[in-house]
């Protein structure tokens, strides 16, 4: 018998031991400092969508400003975000109107980098369809654009664009509530990534998807949003792999909770609000009607406790995925205890999650987390 317990004991121990390598080589992996080798910016385009607010318009005005040629896909010509663009742009930005859910406009852009890339299977169908967008001007192409010599390549697709909406799972409509945001953050990502991949390929550029800490831990009332950064992040996994033949490079940046538009808490709070309004009235029994409308905006109320207000840092990751010539794989967009308890989060069982997340957090945790995070 001793014999036999001593064995259990080295087994455990040996389980733990493997456990916590695993767990530190995680941390090291998303921790980890690469040489800054920059990709000089002569000659490449860079398309980022969702250019309208928020990190693409930041990160458009960043590589414009490094020398990159950029187009900033924009959901309307009359958002700020685009006039500030085109006002304050150099000759080598140019806003396009690209709405992710729209085959037609993103089949615009598509025919737009041919024609500035000089992409000739794509051209020559347009030639025999004698196609003649009005986006097609040469004043665009030259000089403004600087694509005298047809040497400009696309070098990234930055799919930014996304929305976002914290509703209890049985709320609302899924026409209206669910599809949408899948339309959006994922089969807008795929709609942009097919449609320029034979591009990519052309220049051995990369992919940049922007998911979220979102799809590696998921809350209550944030399943949908979850649903569908899950399903960003194993894209992204699976074309890594898949375009590692063609020296395409798939890009993860994962932001935690950042004070944009998209997460402004007065628009999620009317987000609810409408969710709520289409409920149907026997489901909204089941959850405690009024009672729980109210503890649910205090509980998204709270969560500006974890709302970075410094978007640089996330900008800051997605500027490296696109220019450093040897990126990350996945990039954790937060601050250092943010990663520490989103790492124990991903060591942590199911249950301690549930638990921790179904927990009501007394007030004065919530101050002295918020006094935290505005120190960090």
Known sequence: MPKFSLIINIAAVSILFFQLAAALTNLAVHSRFYPKLFIPPTNRLVLVTGCDSGFGLALAKRLDFYGFHVLAGVLSKESEGCKHLDTHGSKRLKTVKLNVTKQEEIDEVVDLVAYLTNYKPILDELNQKQS??????????????????????LWAV???????????????????????????????????????????????????????????????????????????????????????????????????????????????????????????????????????????????RKMTVLTRKNTNEVVDCLEDACINSNPKEQYWAANFLQKILFWLANQADVTVIDRICTFRTPKKVVDSLQAINELL
């Open 132 to 153: 003649s967008l009005p986006i097609f001007d040469r004043k665009f192409k030259n000089p403004i654009f600087g694509n005298a010599d047809g040497d400009l390549k």
């Open 158 to 300: 930055v799919n930014n664009a996304g929305i976002a909406q914290f509703t209890p799972f049985e709320f609302g409509k899924i026409e209206d509530d669910l599809i949408p945001m899948f339309d959006v953050n994922v089969f807008g990502i795929i709609r942009c990534t097919r449609a320029f991949l034979p591009f990519l390929r052309q220049s051995e550029g990369r992919i940049v998807n922007v998911g979220s800490i979102a799809d590696r831990l998921t809350i209550g009332g944030l399943t949908g949003y979850s649903m569908a950064k899950h399903a960003v992040r194993s894209m992204t996994d699976g074309l890594r792999q898949e375009l590692h033949k063609f020296k395409i490079k798939s890009i993860l940046v994962e932001p935690t909770l950042y004070k944009t538009p998209i997460a402004n808490i007065e628009t999620l709070v009317n987000k609810f609000n409408e969710c709520y309004d289409r409920t149907d009235k026997k489901v909204l029994a089941e959850y405690g009607n009024q009672e729980f409308k109210d503890r649910f905006t205090t509980h998204l």
